[in-house]
């Protein structure tokens, strides 16, 4: 296994003038049981006592620089924060020869990147009790995980969650037979859209992501400045896996052995996954809550501090110091 680092190794985490990293981060890599090398990154809190330490789990083609600013928010209120890179993207290890391409054999495998993250840096390096803070894809992800989590991560706040996808030009079901068909034939690798370029970097106007242009011009200079950040659009076989992923988390039996209390939060103006599906999955969730930030689109950590602050004193108010 890879020596965990700090500031020993150089270039682990990048930084644009509008983008510095936070002071004090530990960053390094850790090796997957199955091979994969992980990107993570720490920070204690800035408050004593602290309340914990907050795990972000950042959506598909995410990476950690984009979530300095609320790294540095949750360590104000109190929290230590560890994120990491999901395999295939960011710094993490790439799955194909072609790097932008988005791509996972199957969502168990962002399971095992989760877990070691949890068994190599959380439960090692960082102050309990843990809490997760999930976005989009990461946000399944974290559903996926939390019947083994039970015991180990107190509560989750997950915003936009991958529970089914937005505006298809047809029913997900046969979304999920063509690339399951695709990924059988040997081409799974193929993109399912023609857009290849990073969302980060396309313009502004039309965009699905987020209202607040100074971010998303941030968030573009990162990936111009990084490019090795940057992912492209998703293969067949990357939303064959989510389709899986998505139906394996509606199962009724995997839903009643989620027990770990959990916040679904959705953005009112989401075209990228469905806002209806995610207030009936926190309906009938049985430890879920939910709740809407109407307006906001579906990056809302991102956001215009009008939406963005709505998130985050949702999670003030979810994950409270007095448990600790």
């Known amino acids: 296994m890879d020596q965990k680092l700090s500031e020993i190794t150089p270039g682990v985490l990048r930084?644009?003038?509008?983008?510095?990293i936070p002071e004090g981060a530990v960053a390094g890599f850790v090796e997957t049981p199955d091979g994969a090398k992980i990107r993570y990154a720490n920070w204690s809190s800035l408050v004593s006592p602290s309340k914990g330490t907050v795990i972000i789990v950042n959506g598909r083609a995410e990476f950690?620089?984009?979530?300095?600013?609320?790294?540095?928010?949750?360590?104000?209120?109190?929290?230590?924060?560890?994120?990491?890179?999901?395999?295939?993207?960011?710094?993490?290890?790439?799955l194909l020869a072609d790097p932008r391409k988005g791509y996972v054999d199957d969502f168990d495998q962002y399971l095992v990147d989760f877990e070691t993250i949890l068994d190599e840096v959380a439960l090692p390096d960082c102050r309990a009790p843990f809490f997760v803070l999930g976005h989009s894809t990461g946000s399944l992800v974290a559903l996926l995980a939390a019947p083994r989590a039970t015991?180990?991560?107190?509560?989750?706040?997950?915003?936009?969650?991958?529970?089914?996808?937005?505006?298809?030009?047809?029913?997900q079901d046969n979304l999920r037979r063509l690339t399951g068909f695709l990924k059988a034939v040997g081409l799974g690798e193929l993109y399912v859209r023609s857009a290849k370029a990073p969302m980060e970097t396309r313009p502004f106007v039309g965009n699905r992501l987020t209202?607040?242009?100074?971010?998303?011009?941030?968030?573009?200079?990162?990936?111009?400045?990084?490019?090795?950040?940057?992912?492209?659009?998703?293969?067949?076989?990357?939303?064959y896996a989510s389709c899986k992923a998505m139906d394996m988390a509606w199962d009724p039996e995997f839903m009643a052995s989620v027990t770990?209390?959990?916040?679904?939060?959705?953005?009112?103006?989401?075209?990228?996954?469905?806002?209806?599906?995610?207030?009936?999955?926190?309906?009938?969730?049985?430890?879920?809550?939910?709740?809407?930030?109407?307006g906001a689109k579906h990056e809302m950590m991102q956001e215009r501090d009008v939406f963005r602050q709505q998130l985050l004193s949702a999670f003030d108010a979810f994950v409270p110091g007095t448990e600790v």
């Not at 930084?15 to 510095?20: L, M, V, Y």
């Not at 209202?211 to 940057?230: C, I, K, M, W, Y």
């Open 15 to 20: 930084s644009i003038s509008s983008n510095p």
């Open 151 to 171: 015991n180990r991560i107190r509560r989750m706040v997950l915003t936009a969650p991958l529970l089914a996808l937005n505006s298809l030009p047809f029913s």
């Open 260 to 294: 770990i209390p959990t916040l679904l939060v959705s953005a009112g103006n989401d075209r990228v996954v469905s806002r209806d599906a995610i207030e009936k999955y926190g309906q009938e969730l049985r430890s879920g809550a939910y709740l809407t930030i109407d």
């Open 211 to 239: 209202s607040d242009t100074e971010r998303f011009q941030r968030n573009g200079d990162l990936v111009r400045a990084h490019p090795d950040l940057a992912l492209g659009a998703p293969t067949a076989g990357w939303i």
């Open 64 to 94: 950690i620089e984009k979530y300095f600013e609320t790294v540095q928010n949750l360590r104000e209120s109190g929290f230590g924060v560890l994120t990491f890179d999901w395999r295939g993207q960011g710094l993490s290890s790439r």
